[in-house]
């Protein structure tokens, strides 16, 4: 069986394939009955240490959707909270026959480890500052089904790039589908070298949203300053914050994104936010459900008999 720890890895047709197999489920969802029972009889662990909205519902729905056996494991609740390791307490989901689990972790690399010691596909649900591949292909078939496409386009990703696995994952996946990606925000919140993924790096935020054809914002990740320089969220809004004003430098038919939760008034003005003509950020949410549909079904492909994508 294959994982999906990060985008990092992929090729470009397999993004693609991903993407074109969400398309059906987007139709799927937008109809009376929300359901196609190809995983009947399997079960779906989330493992969730990390806080979430949006991914864990998401994750949960889609299995659902999809007729697995879908189980949350209270971490709060559990006997991590009891210091049981994070292998230990991957055989133990391992040992409960999973057949699929999705992970959330605060610590880079934490899903690759647990996807090394369990005998079912995992999904990295977001992994500290590492990866969030699920988000990345929800925000590249949200860009494409607007746009029409996504090679040629300029997208500004803006804010808190440093601590930002959403930047990442998008990175590595927008640049594979041949789009030209700016990173765009203080130079104490870019990491340093990041020309080498291939983007381009501007701490000018009116020069890095000139003629962008999408406008991605990050969340200001104050919770993982600790030690480090934060920001007061007033100067941070008056430097990087997107406002009509600001937004009038991308090009006129700009797309506005942020995978939320969001800061308003600190890295989005409300106004820009809920712009319903420029706004993608409730369609990203709706683009969530359909894009873990459908890596929920291809990554249990070889489980179930059904020829994979391997
Ligand atoms: N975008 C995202 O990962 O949101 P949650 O943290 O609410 O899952």
């Known amino acids: 069986h294959r994982h999906l720890t990060g985008i990092y890895g992929l090729k470009p047709w397999e993004i693609s394939f991903l993407l074109d197999e969400a398309e059906q489920w987007v139709a799927l969802n937008r109809g009376r009955t929300k359901h196609d029972d190809r995983l009947a009889g ?11 909205t ?12 999809l007729g697995a056996d879908v189980v949350n494991m209270a971490v709060a609740q559990s006997s991590v909270k009891k210091g049981e ?29 647990i996807a090394d010691k369990v ?6 649900a977001g992994d500290g500052r590492h990866e969030h591949p699920t988000q990345a292909l929800l925000d590249a078939l949200t860009i494409r089904r607007r746009k029409g496409r996504i090679e040629g386009l300029t997208v500004a990703i803006c804010g808190d790039v440093l601590h930002s696995r959403v930047a990442r994952s998008n990175i590595i996946a927008l640049t594979a589908l041949g789009a030209t990606v700016r990173v765009v925000g203080p130079p104490t919140l870019i990491p340093a070298a990041i020309e080498r993924m291939g983007v ?44 009509p004003e600001r937004l009038a430098r991308a090009a006129p038919d700009a797309l506005v994104m942020h995978p939320g939760p969001m800061n308003r008034g600190v890295e989005i003005a409300s106004s820009v936010a809920d712009d319903v003509e420029r706004s993608a950020i ?21 489980r179930r008999g059904v020829e994979g994508w391997a």
Do not use: W
């Open 42 to 52: 399997l079960t779906q662990i989330n493992a969730f240490f990390e806080n979430s």
């Open 54 to 65: 949006r991914t864990l519902l998401s994750f949960e729905i889609a299995g659902k959707r």
């Open 85 to 113: 390791t994070l292998i230990d307490t991957a055989v133990t989901l391992n040992a409960m026959r999973a057949d699929v689990i999705v992970i959330r972790h605060e610590a880079s690399g934490a899903v690759q480890l």
């Open 200 to 243: 381009e790096r501007f701490t000018d935020f009116d020069a890095g949203l000139e003629g962008a054809d999408v406008v991605m914002m990050l969340r200001l990740q104050r919770e993982r300053m600790a030690g480090g320089f934060v920001p007061s969220p007033r100067e941070y809004h008056a430097l990087y914050g997107l406002t």
């Open 119 to 124: 005998d079912c596909p995992v999904l990295n």
């Open 282 to 302: 409730t369609e990203q949410v709706e683009m969530g459900v359909a894009v873990r549909m459908a890596c929920l079904d291809v990554l249990t492909r070889g």
